[in-house]
């Protein structure tokens, strides 16, 4: 049934669209739609909006992401589904590389995912040959592509699991994600989290590399740095309080 516009939850129900066509076409795993339900949960807390605490966090990871020397995307079935073409356009403000890293490995959807995303604009591709590990996790969350995860300084990573942060994190590097949940261990283990839907988020971050890009490399600097997580994540809790 095709969703009208006028309806008031028609951003909602297209997104669960997208996902279920993007299960339907092995992008997305099953458990991927649950994994959406429990975001969706947290978008009604927030009140279905990017917050001025999410607008800081996406100002803190516009500045990082332009530093970065090395940055990569690490992009799964629900992301890759629900935001290939947004991506699309941070990497070519970016000039950054896109990896594909699933929980739910199958050669598959691995190559699903690298298909659809080639649709969409994304050249280059990494993921589908992995060659590295990373240290501490079990083999198939392990695996990624010298070139690109393993080696990157910066990486965006939305909707990730905490132990896969964790070990990001242990390897050194600067970690962002997007999680609509401010309690998950990725939240509170990343360097910026944003609180927000990635439909919302990644365009917004987009849009902020663009207005930030010619900005004086002092300034991004004191905006990255001067970023505090737990901080940011306390006022979102606040806030829903607040609403509660
Ligand atoms: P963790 O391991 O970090 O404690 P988790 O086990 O809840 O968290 P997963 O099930 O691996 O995490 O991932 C789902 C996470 O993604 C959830 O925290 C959920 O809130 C978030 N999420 C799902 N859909 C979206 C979305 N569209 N935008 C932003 N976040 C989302």
Redesign the pocket.
Known sequence: MTVPRSHPRYLSLT?RDKLVEGWENGLVATQGLI??G???A?DYLIGEITTDEARDAIRAAAATLILAEDPVISVNG?VGA?SAGDIHILTTRLECKVEVNI?HRTEERISSLVSHLERHGIENVLGAEPDSNIPGLDHARALCEKGGIYSADVILV??????R?KALKDMGKRVIT????PL????MTADITIV????R?IGALGEEILRMKDDPRNELIRIADGFDNHENLKRTLRRISARF
Do not use: K, Q, V
């Open positions: 997104t994994a959406h429990r975001g969706e947290f629900n629900l929980f939305p909707l990730e699991d905490g132990d942060c997007i999680d609509l949940n998950s261990r990725t939240s927000d839907n990635l439909t988020a």
